[in-house]
C-alpha cells in the first residue's frame, strides 16, 4: 500500500532505521524514547505499531504507553494522534522563532499539524543574506519551512528554507463590553477591537472568556480555534489598562512589539553597585570646556564635543563619548540585559531604556559639572574639513554645560543666554568655525539628500496631546551629525587597522529591481535614468536637483526613499551607501545601542586601554549579535512610528469632519494614502472617495487614471482631505478628497484608447475594465 511521503507532522513511511524484527511485546518507555529519538521526524502509533511488529489488542497497550509517556513530558503530541520526542528536533518540516536568548541568537520549535510546538528550542542558523535581501530580518512569531543539523559541539541548528510570515498568535485591542452596567462591566462578554491596522475585523468574547476584562480595558487576546462562518472569538488573556489612559498608545505599542520592561534583579543590584569613576590611568580632560547638544526633551546625553582652530586654517575636534564599558562588563546581568533589548526605545510620554536609570540617566551620562568617565577621540582636519589624523584615548571629563539645540543655535544667530552667552567665543564659535570646514568635505563627498521631515509632538504632563508638528532642523544638529558620523568613520577603520572583530553599520546600494522601478516612473515624467550605470548617491541627487523647480518634487522624494535599502548590522563591510563612505561603525551612542557598545569594547581591547574590553569571540557569534540587535531595531521603529500614529489620531478625533491641506504618499488599486501637512499624519481615502467612474490602476506611473476622464491621481500631488474618521486605538485614519484631481486628456476624447505602459490591460465590455476599480454611489 502506498503512503504519503514523510514530513513534519504528516503519516508516512516509518523511518529507515527501525527494529528489524518483530517484538514478543509492547516495548517498553526507554525502548519507545530510543525509537522516537532516532525517528527524528513525528510519528503515529500505527508507524510504530508496524515497526514493532505490534498487532492486535496489544495496540492498546502501546498506546496508553504513549499517553504514559507524554504525561510524563517525556514526548511531545505534535497533532491529535502523532508524537515525538522532546529532546531531538525533526531533519526538517515547518518551525516557529519562539525567542531571543541571552546570547542573542533567535531560537525556533518544530510545529505540529495543529499549530502544536514540540520538541527542543533550537538556535537559528546565520541569516545574513535573508537580512539583506529578502527584506526585514526573522523576528519572534515568524514561520518557515527548515532543515536542522548538528554542529560539531553536538548542539542542533535549523536553517530557513522558505519563510512562510508571522502567525498571529495574539491580538491587541481595546474590550468593548456588550453589556456596561456598573460594576459589572465585561461581565457578559463583548468584542475586540484590534490595534492593528491591517486587522480590520472585530474579534468576539464569550463570557466565559472576557477574564474580568472591563469595558475600554487594553487587553491582549488569543485566537481560538475557528470554523464555519460567523466571527472568530478569542480569549482574553492579559489586561495592562485602559483606553482612556492619555498614555495608551505607547502601552499598547510595548505590548504589541514584546519590547522588554524593567530590569531583572541582578541587572538592578550590578546598576546600584556601581559608583564614579576614579581618573587611574584614564586621560585627564576634566580642564577642556566640553559641551553636550541635544534635543529639548532629551533623556541622556552620551556625547559631548569641543573644538579649536590650529595654524593654517584647520581644526582640533574632540568627542568625547560615555564609557559605558566601563559599567557594562562582558557575561554580567547587565550585558546579557542590553544584548537581549538591543536598544533603547523612545515613545512620545516615556523612554523604554537599553539600561537601568542608574546608568543610562546618572552614571553613563554626561551632566554639566559631574566628572563623567569617557573614551574620547581627537581628530585633526584641515581647512576643508579632511581629517588628517585621529587618536582614542580613555580619560575622565567634566562637561560645561548641557545645551540644547535651540540654545546652542540662538547663541550663533545672535541671541545668547545667561548659559551660552560665556561659551559664545571660547566654545561655541570654533566648534561652529570647525563645522563649516566639515560641510565642505560632506558637499564634496556627496552624501544622498533626501528630505525626511521628522514629527514631534507635544505632550502635557497628563499624557494628552498638546500640539503636533514637524522637528525644526538647525546648523546646531547637523554640527553634531556632521561629528558623529567623523568619529564613526575614525572607530571602523581604526578597529580594521588593528585586525579587530567589528560589527559595521552598513546600508547597502539598491536592488536591480528597485532602480528598474525607478527608470520606468522617471520615464513618465519626462525625466532619465540611465540602465546599466552603477548607482550613487550623486545620481540620486541629481535626480533631485532636477526635480526641484517641478510639480513632480515631492513624488520624487518619496520614490527615489522608497528605492533605498534598509541600513543594518552586520561583520561584512558593504560600506554606507546613503553616506557615501566606505567604513562605517556606530560608536556614539553606547548608552542607547549594544552595536556601540561592541565597537567601545572592540576599541578598549585593540589599543590596550583595559581588561574590561571585548572578550575572544567567533566571527559567527559576533554575525549572530549583529542579526539580533538589527532585529530588535527594527522592532522599536516599527513600535515608535504605531505609537507615534495613535497619538496623532487621538489628537484629530476631535477635529472630524474638518479639512486638511495633504500630499498624496502612496498609490494603490484600492485607493491612496495622504500625509497631512499639518500634523503628518498618514490615512487613507478609499477609492470610493475619489470620484464616480472607473480608475485604472497605472503602477510604473504611481497614478489612479479615470478610465472616462483620463483625469488622475497621483503620487506627490497636493490635495485637500476632509477627515472622515479617527481611529486611536489602531492609528488609522480614513479621509475623502474635496478638491480636484490632475486634469486629464482634452473632453470628447476618450481618455485611454489601450493599455496604458506599465498599467494593467483594460476589457471593452463585459463590466469594470480589468484592474480598474469604481466608486460605488
Avoid at 135 to 164: A, S
Amino acid at each position: 500500500m502506498k503512503t504519503k511521503g514523510r514530513g513534519n507532522g504528516q503519516k508516512g513511511k516509518p523511518p529507515k532505521k527501525t527494529v528489524t524484527r518483530p517484538a514478543l511485546g509492547v516495548p517498553d518507555k526507554a525502548t519507545l524514547l530510543a525509537f522516537l529519538n532516532e525517528a527524528k521526524t513525528a510519528i503515529g502509533p500505527r508507524e510504530i505499531a508496524i515497526a514493532f511488529g505490534i498487532k492486535g489488542d496489544e495496540r492498546r497497550a502501546l498506546k496508553a504507553a504513549l499517553r504514559e509517556l507524554a504525561d510524563e513530558g517525556a514526548i511531545a503530541k505534535t497533532g491529535r494522534k502523532e508524537v515525538a520526542s522532546r529532546t531531538v528536533p525533526p531533519e526538517g518540516g515547518m518551525f516557529q522563532l519562539i525567542e531571543i536568548d541571552s546570547q542573542g541568537d533567535l531560537m525556533a520549535r518544530a510545529l505540529g499539524r495543529e499549530d502544536e510546538l514540540y520538541g527542543p528550542l533550537v538556535r537559528l542558523a546565520s541569516t545574513r543574506a535573508q537580512v539583506r535581501h529578502e527584506g526585514p530580518p526573522p523576528g519572534v512569531g515568524d514561520r518557515f519551512i527548515g532543515k536542522t543539523r548538528q554542529t560539531h559541539e553536538g548542539e542542533y541548528e535549523v536553517q530557513i528554507i522558505k519563510r512562510l510570515g508571522r502567525v498571529i498568535e495574539r491580538v491587541f485591542g481595546v474590550f468593548m463590553a456588550a453589556d456596561v452596567r456598573p460594576g459589572q462591566a465585561g461581565s457578559s462578554g463583548g468584542r475586540l477591537v484590534p490595534a492593528d491596522k491591517k486587522q480590520r475585523h472585530e474579534l468576539m468574547i464569550l463570557p466565559e472568556h472576557a477574564k474580568g476584562a472591563r469595558n475600554g480595558d487594553l487587553v491582549a487576546a488569543r485566537l481560538l480555534p475557528h470554523r464555519g462562518y460567523g466571527p472568530k472569538k478569542a480569549e482574553i488573556i492579559e489586561i495592562f489598562g485602559n483606553n482612556k489612559n492619555p498614555k495608551a498608545a505607547s502601552i499598547l505599542a510595548i505590548a504589541a512589539h514584546a519590547i522588554p520592561m524593567g530590569f531583572t534583579a541582578e541587572e538592578e543590584e550590578e546598576a546600584q553597585a556601581a559608583g564614579p569613576a576614579p581618573l587611574g590611568k584614564r586621560e585627564d580632560l576634566r580642564h577642556i570646556p566640553l559641551v553636550t547638544i541635544d534635543p529639548d526633551d532629551a533623556r541622556d546625553h552620551d556625547d559631548a564635543v569641543y573644538a579649536e582652530a590650529l595654524p593654517g586654517g584647520g581644526h582640533k575636534i574632540l568627542v568625547a563619548i560615555a564609557d559605558v564599558a566601563h559599567y557594562v562588563t562582558p557575561g554580567s546581568a547587565l550585558d546579557e540585559g542590553a544584548l537581549m533589548r538591543g536598544n533603547s526605545v523612545y515613545f512620545p510620554d516615556r523612554v523604554v531604556p537599553m539600561l537601568p536609570e542608574r546608568l543610562s540617566a546618572d552614571l553613563c551620562s554626561l551632566m554639566d559639572g559631574v566628572e563623567r568617565p569617557c573614551l574620547a577621540l581627537e581628530i585633526k582636519i584641515d581647512a576643508g574639513g579632511h581629517k588628517q589624523s585621529h587618536r582614542f584615548l580613555r580619560g575622565l571629563m567634566k562637561s560645561a554645560a548641557s545645551l540644547t539645540y535651540t540654545q546652542a543655535q540662538m547663541a550663533i544667530d545672535g541671541m545668547p543666554d545667561a548659559m551660552t552667552a560665556p561659551l559664545l567665543d571660547t566654545v561655541l564659535r570654533p566648534l561652529w568655525a570647525a563645522y563649516r570646514a566639515l560641510e565642505k568635505a560632506r558637499d564634496q563627498r556627496e552624501p544622498l539628500e533626501i528630505n525626511s521631515p521628522e514629527r514631534k509632538i507635544i505632550l502635557s504632563p497628563e499624557g494628552k496631546v498638546l500640539s503636533i508638528g514637524l522637528r525644526e532642523r538647525f546648523d546646531a544638529h547637523r554640527l553634531i551629525e556632521e561629528m558623529m558620523i567623523l568619529s564613526n568613520v575614525c572607530a571602523a577603520e581604526t578597529l580594521e587597522d588593528k585586525r579587530s572583530p567589528l560589527i559595521y553599520r552598513v546600508h547597502d546600494q539598491p536592488s536591480e529591481t528597485k532602480l528598474a522601478a525607478l527608470g520606468d516612473f522617471l520615464a513618465t515624467v519626462n525625466m532619465k535614468w540611465a540602465k546599466g550605470q552603477p548607482p550613487s548617491p550623486a545620481r540620486f541627487n541629481r535626480v533631485l536637483e532636477l526635480a526641484a523647480p517641478t510639480e513632480h518634487a515631492e513624488m520624487i522624494n518619496e520614490i527615489v526613499l522608497r528605492t533605498q535599502a534598509q541600513a543594518i548590522y552586520d561583520t561584512d563591510n558593504l560600506g554606507h551607501f546613503g553616506l557615501n563612505l566606505r567604513k562605517y561603525a556606530h560608536f556614539t551612542s553606547p548608552i542607547r545601542r549594544y552595536a556601540d557598545l561592541i565597537v567601545h569594547r572592540a576599541l578598549i581591547s585593540a589599543l590596550g586601554f583595559g581588561e574590561d574590553g571585548l572578550k575572544k569571540t567567533s566571527p559567527d557569534q559576533l554575525k549572530k549579535v549583529a542579526e539580533a540587535i538589527t532585529a530588535t531595531e527594527r522592532r522599536g521603529m516599527a513600535a515608535e512610528r504605531e505609537a507615534t500614529d495613535r497619538y496623532v489620531a487621538a489628537f484629530l478625533s476631535e477635529r472630524v469632519g474638518a479639512t486638511f491641506e495633504a500630499r498624496i504618499t502612496s498609490v494603490n488599486r484600492f485607493g491612496v494614502f495622504v500625509r497631512l501637512e499639518e500634523t503628518g499624519g498618514d490615512g487613507l481615502v478609499p477609492v470610493m472617495r475619489l470620484g464616480s467612474e472607473y480608475f485604472h490602476h497605472d503602477e510604473a506611473g504611481h497614478a489612479l487614471i479615470g478610465a472616462e476622464t483620463g483625469d488622475r491621481w497621483v503620487l506627490g500631488a497636493k490635495v485637500r482631505v476632509r477627515l472622515l474618521e479617527a481611529t486611536p486605538v489602531s492609528g488609522g485614519l480614513l479621509f475623502e478628497i474635496v478638491s480636484q484631481p490632475k486634469v486629464g486628456p482634452v473632453p470628447g476624447r476618450r481618455a485611454l484608447r489601450g493599455p496604458v505602459r506599465g498599467t494593467t490591460p483594460m476589457r471593452k465590455t463585459g463590466g469594470p475594465p480589468r484592474g480598474v476599480t469604481r466608486r460605488k454611489r
